[in-house]
């Protein structure tokens, strides 16, 4: 995979190292953020309620689904308590060590999202929490589409992401860690074109204003492939 490049900076190479340095941090500060909301709970809850009855109206076993993303592992205890299977992908090898430590036992590999290590329609569904926010514009069509590619017919994409005008910011040089990275606030209309594009309905989409210690609203958008 050729990484994106931006103003003549490796942007995947960016991202990534900047990552590593967030993995550690991530672990200490982000650890039980899901079990202090119950909305972000709500909408897994209502992502694995559908990719499970996908499951069972094909009279397949448990689902399972790619955390494309995962980060530090941290959603993957309240997706296997709801049943559902997990495969953990990162871009930054740190992130993929930390959750390997935190979630004992979750099976976690460092990948490219542009680049799944899946074969067609082997994933139930995909989670998507706060990742799609880093491609850039040209990345997008093919992202998607192996989104589309590695999730079976009838099943589901949950994600979250930063609410905004779609331009290109830059991430983490506030942070006094000596990181930064691109990144875009994507709008509600972006993220619907780019899953239809590929093939997927949205079958929900939701916001919420933002926290007093955030910049911008939050969305929230679960997409279902089509069963065709």
Known sequence: MTPTTSGGRDATTELRQ??????EPYAERLATLLDEMPLERGILAAFCDLVREAADARGAGAPTVGDVGCGTGRLAAYLLNRGIGVRGLDLSPEMVRVARREQPGLDVQVCDLRALPFGDGELDGAICWYSLMYLSP????????ELARVVRHGGYVATAW???DDSARRGGESLGLGIGFDIWWLSQGELTRRFEEAGFAVAFWGGRPAD????????YLIARRSSI
């Open 138 to 145: 040209q990345d997008r069509p093919g992202a998607f589409a």
């Open 212 to 219: 007093p210690v955030e910049q911008q609203p939050q969305g």
């Open 18 to 23: 900047a990552h590593d340095v967030l993995a």
């Open 162 to 164: 930063k609410v905004g």
